[in-house]
């Protein structure tokens, strides 16, 4: 195969997993049913981890899926499996604020097309510091690891808080 056909292909694939990503965020903001969003919000993370591993920061990518996709949308299911009566149809399903919020999303648009086409987007290749994943996750568990096990501390105590304020509200 030829170079050219191999960035195309390269090209290709970028531009489905970026659509697929954009159309699970529209699919994200439109749905009325909640646990229908948690979950696609748990693809277009994927994407995102995709277009990661696309770019070649492989570590971000397993990071997205590891602590996004494992860890915060199964706890964002965890909660709305607990919470009573999500189907109920006295809780409203639509934002009474739509043209509102319309108005803001189409005004940020337009700033980010304005600012795009402002700026000088010349390659430029700045030499980053080679960092190895293993070097990453010894430093993570000798110089880091207060903050990382004070992190683990706090989303143990927030996954229990769930579990206690789930079962007082079935008394």
Same mark, same amino acid.
């Given at each position: 195969?030829?170079?050219?056909?191999?960035?195309?292909?390269? $090209?290709?694939?970028?531009?489905?997993?970026?659509?697929?990503?954009? &159309?699970?965020?529209?699919?994200?903001?439109?749905?009325?049913?909640? &646990? +229908?969003?948690?979950?696609?919000?748990?693809?277009?993370?994927?994407?995102?981890?995709?277009?990661?591993?696309?770019?070649?920061?492989?570590?971000?990518?397993?990071?997205?899926?590891?602590?996004?996709?494992?860890?915060?949308?199964?706890? &964002?299911?965890?909660?709305?499996?607990?919470?009573?009566?999500? +189907?109920?149809?006295?809780?409203?399903?639509?934002?009474?604020?739509?043209?509102? $919020?319309?108005? =803001?999303?189409?005004?940020?648009?337009?700033?980010?097309?304005?600012?795009?086409?402002? =700026?000088?987007?010349?390659?430029?290749?700045?030499?980053?510091?080679?960092?190895?994943?293993?070097?990453? =996750?010894? $430093?993570?568990?000798?110089?880091?690891?207060?903050?990382?096990?004070?992190? $683990?501390?706090?989303?143990?105590?927030?996954?229990?808080?769930?579990?206690?304020?789930?079962?007082? =509200?079935?008394?």
């Amino acid at each position: 195969m030829n170079s050219g056909l191999i960035q195309q292909l390269s $090209s290709s694939v970028f531009y489905i997993i970026a659509g697929l990503t954009v &159309f699970f965020a529209i699919r994200l903001v439109i749905s009325r049913n909640i &646990f +229908h969003s948690a979950i696609f919000l748990a693809m277009v993370l994927m994407g995102v981890a995709c277009v990661y591993l696309y770019l070649g920061a492989e570590f971000l990518a397993i990071a997205q899926v590891l602590i996004y996709v494992g860890a915060i949308v199964i706890l &964002f299911l965890f909660v709305i499996m607990l919470t009573a009566s999500i +189907h109920d149809r006295a809780i409203s399903q639509m934002n009474k604020q739509v043209l509102i $919020s319309a108005a =803001g999303a189409a005004a940020f648009l337009l700033l980010i097309i304005k600012v795009i086409k402002a =700026g000088s987007w010349q390659a430029n290749n700045p030499s980053a510091p080679e960092l190895s994943i293993k070097e990453l =996750g010894k $430093s993570l568990m000798t110089t880091y690891v207060l903050p990382f096990e004070a992190i $683990s501390l706090i989303l143990i105590a927030v996954l229990v808080g769930a579990i206690v304020i789930a079962k007082s =509200g079935k008394r």
